[in-house]
């Protein structure tokens, strides 16, 4: 097995672990867990691809992977806001729970 | 034996053991080697000099309040008192063997791991600060990154103290530390930026290098660098919960803070961290600002790199122990106004008047304009700020 | 397959579960900081050395710090006896596992596995800049935008109902 096949694999069972929680977790912020760790899963993905690709000299994967990040961090504040506006209006973080249109 | 040879001692020293190891032990084991060399004396150097601190402090801050501080203990068993530098033995001894006391309904493993989760970093921190030439134990290409990127794991490790001892003071203290951490981490990272854009590098020990030849050299003697300097070290004092800044134990308030539930060696440890985080601070301070290991003047060049250092530290840490013995504690929002209305713009300012001085001819015009970028908004927003306070004569008003 | 590898990938790996099965929501929380520097060390370990410090510094340094604010807030540190498991928690795994064995059947499978392995590339921070300067220009500022109105919007949507109750 060559080392990108492993970080490969590494990634795709950080994802499904991820997709697992967020699918399964009924608190909300599980849920917003399980995405980051999705997210992760996709960010080893392309440092793995930059390192063992044909042009890494290009670091299209490195600059990808920062923007990612930076993304991440707004997704995480706005995603986190919304939980704690719910948890105001519903006084509840779980998802199952927050089923009503009208408020 | 010169003056380069002595500057030098330590490195040949390491490469002289290094040499005579070398055929005793297999290959892959070097790299290791050389790194355990590297780090053990960083970790016998900065503890010493933090024991030493606690005397220091506790005299100084009694010569502050017109008393003598500790001046008994000295070496036991002896008449012999040095002036009670002996006290920090006599302290370790009883942080050792005290009780270890941990609140029945704390969270016993991560009450376990809080102060461990924050010494490794604040360690760890130290091993991109250049103490000397050619003497950074980890030349990494984005070292300044790297000191950011551990001081942040330290907050992590402030809540778990805070949130595991169930204890209303604790977790009101590791919030309150959150908060100020996270919002000084803000101006503290912003007045590096004017260094970094200068020396074009993220090394520390490409920073210090650029500062090489006197002291009109260092950062800190242009307009912009002393700004930025002033700013640092505001957010610094912050950063390592120090008077003024100490709102997360104050004990007045909330006992202790975020380590209220710890006794005997955990508690030695948040002490300790404490301490080691103001070091590596003010080691940091020094390094982008303060010309790092060299010498004030290129005549003095002959004393080694290193003594400059620790002579630098310790007048960073007589400073902050001044600071401590005479500034009153701010209030919460004081502490947020100051940080985000007054620091994060004007170390804003200060990136673009690095920018305007990086693409100036030198001369009167850049010093004054430079100056000029940065008073002036300086004068503006505090003026602003005070007006906004609506502060005026203090008025009594009494009972009837 | 290294070793440092296998040490990181099982501390990835079981952080990573941890965070999403223990009770706790705060002991999540803290695994999930683990997994994070874990993903560091990975990064470092495959030579990009940026993005692994940035990856601390902005996952552990903040995010972490943003979740166990957020569970503190809403009051779901240590939940009640109730169930911590949606309803369809089987069928949520078998989807996760159904996943996995289909990216593992095309990672196993594909050419990439059978790639020569290349020299570490040399990359400095200074190219990085270089980069983002250049040719990454537009997308800096696109960020910068949009970090601008994430973080005016994320104060205003926390902010607004605590107005409206007053």
Redesign the interface.
């Given at each position: 097995?060559?080392?990108?096949?492993?970080?490969?694999?590494?990634a795709?069972?950080?994802?499904?672990?991820?997709?697992?929680?967020a699918?399964?977790?009924?608190?909300a912020?599980?849920v917003?867990?399980?995405i980051?760790?999705m997210l992760?899963a996709a960010?080893?993905n392309f440092?793995?691809f930059?390192?063992?690709g044909?042009n890494?000299?290009a670091?299209t994967g490195?600059?990808f992977?920062?923007?990612a990040?930076?993304?991440?961090?707004?997704?995480?504040?706005?995603g986190?806001?919304?939980?704690?506006?719910i948890?105001?209006?519903y006084k509840t973080?779980n998802?199952?729970d927050v089923n009503e249109l009208k408020g | 034996m010169s003056a380069e040879a002595i500057d030098q001692i330590f490195i040949t020293l390491k490469h002289a053991i290094l040499g005579w190891l070398a055929p005793y032990l297999p290959d892959w084991l070097m790299p290791i080697v050389s790194a355990v060399l590297s780090i053990t004396p960083i970790l016998m150097v900065f503890p010493l000099v933090f024991a030493l601190t606690t005397v220091v402090e506790r005299k100084v801050l009694g010569r502050i309040q017109n008393r003598p501080g500790p001046n008994r203990v000295g070496i036991p068993l002896t008449n012999i008192r040095l002036a009670g530098f002996g006290q920090f033995i006599a302290d370790g001894i009883k942080a050792l063997i005290k009780e270890d006391v941990v609140p029945r309904n704390a969270d016993k493993v991560v009450h376990f791991l809080a102060p461990i989760a924050l010494v490794i970093p604040v360690l760890l921190a130290y091993s991109v600060l250049p103490i000397g030439k050619n003497m950074t134990a980890l030349d990494l290409d984005s070292g300044v990154l790297f000191f950011f990127a551990v001081g942040s794991a330290t907050e992590l490790s402030v809540f778990m103290a805070g949130w595991s001892s169930r204890n209303k003071y604790a977790l009101l203290g590791a919030m309150r530390a959150i908060a100020q951490m996270v919002s000084y981490e803000l101006p503290l990272v912003l007045s590096t930026v004017g260094v970094i854009m200068m020396t074009g590098t993220l090394s520390t020990a490409k920073i210090v290098d650029a500062q090489a030849g006197g002291f009109w050299h260092w950062h800190a003697a242009t307009p912009w660098g002393f700004a930025a300097f002033f700013l640092f070290l505001i957010a610094a004092t912050a950063e390592a919960n120090r008077t003024p800044f100490d709102l997360p134990e104050a004990e007045s308030e909330i006992i202790a803070g975020y380590f209220t539930e710890y006794s005997g060696f955990k508690f030695a440890l948040f002490f300790l961290g404490e301490y080691l985080g103001l070091f590596a601070m003010s080691g940091l301070g020094i390094t982008l600002f303060l010309g790092g290991w060299h010498a004030p003047l290129p005549a003095l060049e002959v004393v080694p790199s290193w003594i400059w250092f620790f002579l630098k530290l310790g007048v960073f840490i007589l400073f902050f122990i001044w600071l401590r013995g005479t500034f009153p504690r701010l209030r919460m929002d004081q502490l947020m106004n100051l940080a985000w209305k007054f620091m994060v713009p004007l170390t804003l300012i200060t990136i673009v008047a690095a920018g305007v001085w990086r693409f100036m001819d030198p001369g009167a015009t850049r010093c004054l304009t430079v100056t000029a970028m940065i008073v002036v908004p300086y004068l503006l927003l505090s003026n602003a700020l005070y007006t906004a306070r609506g502060v005026g004569k203090r008025t009594y008003r009494y009972a009837e | 397959?290294?070793l440092a590898?296998a040490i990181l990938?099982a501390l990835?790996?079981v952080s990573?579960?941890a965070?999403?099965?223990l009770r706790n929501?705060v002991h999540?929380?803290l695994c999930?900081a683990v997994?994070?520097i874990g993903?560091a060390g990975?990064?470092l370990q495959?030579?990009?050395q940026?993005?692994g410090l940035?990856?601390v510094l902005?996952?552990v340094g903040?995010?972490a710090i943003?979740?166990v604010?957020?569970?503190l807030?809403?009051?779901?540190g240590e939940?009640g006896p109730g169930?911590?498991?949606?309803?369809?928690?089987l069928?949520?795994?078998a989807?996760?596992?159904a996943?996995?064995a289909v990216?593992?059947k095309v990672?196993?499978s594909s050419a990439?596995?059978?790639?020569?392995?290349?020299p570490?590339?040399q990359?400095s921070v200074a190219?990085?800049g270089q980069?983002?300067m250049t040719d990454?220009i537009l997308?800096l500022e696109v960020?910068a935008l949009?970090?601008t109105a994430?973080?005016i919007?994320?104060?205003i949507?926390?902010l607004?109902?605590?107005e409206s109750?007053k």
């Open positions: 097995m060559n080392p990108l096949t492993g970080y490969l694999l590494l795709a069972l950080l994802f499904s672990i991820g997709l697992a929680g699918l399964t977790r009924r608190n912020i599980l917003l867990i399980g980051e760790l992760n960010n080893l440092i793995a930059w390192r063992y044909p890494p000299e670091l490195v600059m992977v920062l923007f990040i930076a993304i991440a961090a707004a997704e995480a504040a706005v986190l806001a919304l939980i704690i506006s948890y105001r209006h973080t998802v199952n | - | 397959m290294t590898f990938a990835i790996v990573a579960v965070a999403m099965t929501l999540c929380a999930l997994a994070f993903l990975t990064y495959l030579g990009a940026f993005v940035s990856q902005v996952y903040a995010v943003l979740i604010f957020a569970i807030l809403t009051r779901s939940p169930r911590q498991f949606s309803a369809t928690a069928m949520g795994v989807i996760a596992l996943v996995f990216l593992g990672i196993t990439v596995a059978k790639r020569g392995v290349l570490a590339p990359t190219q990085l980069k983002l990454y997308p960020l949009l970090l994430a973080m919007g994320a104060v949507i926390a607004k109902e605590k109750a």
